[in-house]
């Protein structure tokens, strides 16, 4: 089992910063990739970024977000980090993150079939 634990989440107004970690547990030996996701009220969950290891060290990121938010981590310390610059009020939303554990043969971060586990979620509320 792996738990995921989101934190770092709160209010912050328009054009501030927030970081959000998330840190896993569990029977976590080496995944493959960790994304972030969000969801706005009434909106379905979007995919905002990605980091995966395996074949080389790549991130991937929503066009909505790129130059803004940065994707990082601490293998040591089995956390994930999203680092939200210049927020704006559209970014408000429930953010999770998700681990791949287990191999697949094609990877394609945005699609949430390719997470394993999923974190419970916390909040980001962007103030104009």
């Known amino acids: 089992q792996v738990q995921l634990v989101e934190s770092g989440g709160g209010l912050a107004q328009a054009g501030g910063s927030l970081r959000l970690s998330c840190a896993a547990s569990g029977r976590i030996f080496s995944s493959y990739s960790m994304g972030w996701f969000r969801q706005a009220p009434g909106k379905e969950r979007e995919f905002v970024a990605s980091i995966r290891w395996s074949g080389g060290s790549s991130t991937h990121y929503v066009d909505s977000v790129k130059g803004r938010f940065t994707i990082s981590s601490d293998n040591a310390k089995n956390t994930v980090y999203l680092q939200m610059n210049s927020l704006k009020p559209e970014d408000t939303a429930v953010y999770y993150c998700?681990?791949?554990?287990?191999?697949?043969?094609?990877?394609?971060?945005?699609?949430?079939?390719?997470?394993?586990?999923w974190g419970q979620g916390t909040q980001v509320t962007v103030s104009s």
């Open positions: 998700a681990a791949q554990i287990y191999y697949r043969s094609s990877y394609y971060p945005w699609m949430e079939t390719t997470y394993d586990y």
